[in-house]
């Protein structure tokens, strides 16, 4: 199998050392103030400087404005970012002034519209990876929630018919959801973002369902 793992919603420097030595490919910390899976700059600082291999951090923001992302990169010393929100022209500006590599997530729920079909074009066009994720109430990331494997198939194939960008999914997403999908999965998509679906409770992750999926991934 040759997509990535994102273990993402890291909190704690034991589980820094738990999910990288399982083999993720890369790992999430969340300074969104929503989330209740937020670590501030600092914090993520200390977590990072734990890990053999700093360069598979992921810093995830809701930034007002491309001004911040600088800022809060700067801090963290983390230079892949996840954006959930910023528009189009934004993150290319960010592209032109800066080395960062760029996802941005988009939200979909259980059909596709016309108009995210072009949204997920736009993006596609000035970002580096792109991430499906469940949209509740207008914010996407942290529901919990499962996309409809073939509305993410089908958002995913907008995407990569614009650029062929890296296109993540998450949204729900488990062990149980990994198995019973592994092949569609496989197939559509370059890497997989896990959160709740290996957690005891919000932020503290388990190394059973963590050593369960990685075992259901690697089959």
Not at 130 to 152: C, F, H, M, R, W
């Amino acid at each position: 199998m040759s997509i990535k793992v994102k273990v993402c919603g890291i909190r704690r420097i034991l589980d820094v050392l738990m999910v990288e030595s399982r083999g993720a490919d890369l790992l999430g910390f969340i300074n969104v103030d929503r989330s209740q899976r937020f670590v501030d700059l600092n914090l993520i600082r200390l977590l990072t400087s734990q890990m053999d291999d700093p360069e598979k951090a992921v810093l995830i923001m809701e930034p007002d404005n491309p001004e911040d992302v600088i800022k809060n990169t700067e801090i963290s010393g983390i230079s892949k970012i996840q954006l959930h929100s910023l528009f189009p022209a934004d993150i290319n500006y960010l592209k032109r002034v800066s080395e960062l590599e760029i996802t941005r997530a988009v939200g979909l729920g259980e059909s596709i519209a016309p108009d995210k079909v072009v949204e997920i074009e736009n993006y596609a066009e000035v970002c580096d990876v792109l991430l499906l994720d469940y949209e509740l109430n207008g914010k996407s990331g942290g529901t919990g929630l499962q996309i409809p494997i073939q509305v993410a198939i089908e958002a995913a194939e907008a995407a990569r018919d614009i650029s062929g960008i890296d296109v993540f999914l998450a949204g729900g997403m488990n062990a149980r959801l990994l198995e019973k999908n592994r092949k569609l999965i496989v197939k559509h998509f370059q890497g997989i973002d896990i959160n709740s679906g290996v957690e005891e409770s919000p932020g503290i992750k388990d190394m059973v369902k963590i050593e369960e999926f990685m075992e259901i991934f690697n089959s």
